[in-house]
């Protein structure tokens, strides 16, 4: 189920995801991973392209990280030339 939520005094839509994809994603909020088969959101401004967000735009957060993302500040400690996911 999609809805739309505020983050950075902008809108964003939130999607829960099952974590069924096989890929390994890096969370924004703590920069930890999240492996394959563990449930998570996936959430991309809402000023992006359309509903579905460009694909560039989507970022995929621990529940918990999403949840108190007002609460922390950005937590980015990898170099400039390390991987995104």
């Known amino acids: 189920m999609e ?3 505020d983050f950075g005094g902008e809108e964003w839509h ?3 995801v099952a974590g069924d994809s096989g890929k390994f994603y890096r969370c924004p909020g703590c920069d ?3 492996p394959p088969g563990v449930g ?5 401004p809402a ?3 359309g509903a579905a ?3 560039d735009d989507r970022r995929h957060w621990h529940r918990a990280c999403w949840s108190a993302r007002e ?4 937590n980015v400690l990898r170099g400039r030339g390390a991987p995104r996911y």
Do not use: D, K
């Open 3 to 5: 809805q739309t939520e």
């Open 14 to 16: 939130v999607r829960s």
């Open 32 to 34: 930890q991973e999240i």
């Open 40 to 44: 998570h959101v996936v959430a991309w």
């Open 47 to 49: 000023a992006s392209m």
């Open 53 to 55: 967000g460009g694909v």
């Open 71 to 74: 609460r922390r500040g950005a």
